[in-house]
């Protein structure tokens, strides 16, 4: 008869036949190949086997940090849900995807996308995957930042 066991029940099994040598080593805490066991016919001692139960592992994505950017508005599409500004620092261009409930502010005033207009100087806080930019907030500044 031919059973499949992971090494702890062989190490068991064997510790009934009067094997003690190999059943006190101990055997790694998770053992994930089977090992194939041809019991003895002459075994008349039953042994009962209970495996650990099996750990549930979930991955998940990290999350994407944001990134910073401030420059100056160059183009809205406000029924597109995109905006493009040119780079502060840089002097490139760099457009965003705007998602619904996107909070875009001008001090404590809360703002619709349709209030961005070309020229605004602004700060600009994103996300990218898969080389779609995505704005998450975006501030209005005054001449003064």
Do not use: N
């Not at 006190?24 to 016919?41: E, F, H, I, L, Y």
């Not at 619709?112 to 100087?121: H, S």
């Amino acid at each position: 008869m031919q059973k499949w066991m992971t090494v702890s029940m062989v190490a068991l099994a064997l510790a009934a036949q009067g094997c003690t040598r190999l059943a006190d080593k101990s055997a790694p805490a998770a053992v994930t190949a089977p090992v194939a066991v041809t019991a003895p016919s002459a075994v008349t001692t039953p042994v009962a086997v209970t495996a650990p139960a099996p750990v549930a592992v979930t991955a998940t994505a990290p999350e994407s940090a944001s990134v910073r950017v401030r420059g100056v508005v160059k183009e809205v599409k406000p029924d597109a849900r995109t905006f493009a500004i040119t780079l502060k620092k840089q002097g490139e261009d760099m457009s965003f995807a705007v998602g619904a409930g996107m909070p875009l502010k001008s001090g404590d005033k809360l703002l619709e996308l349709t209030d961005l207009k070309v020229g605004d100087k602004v700060r600009v806080d994103y996300t990218e995957a898969a080389g779609k930019k995505t704005a998450v907030k975006v501030r209005i500044e005054d001449d003064a930042t």
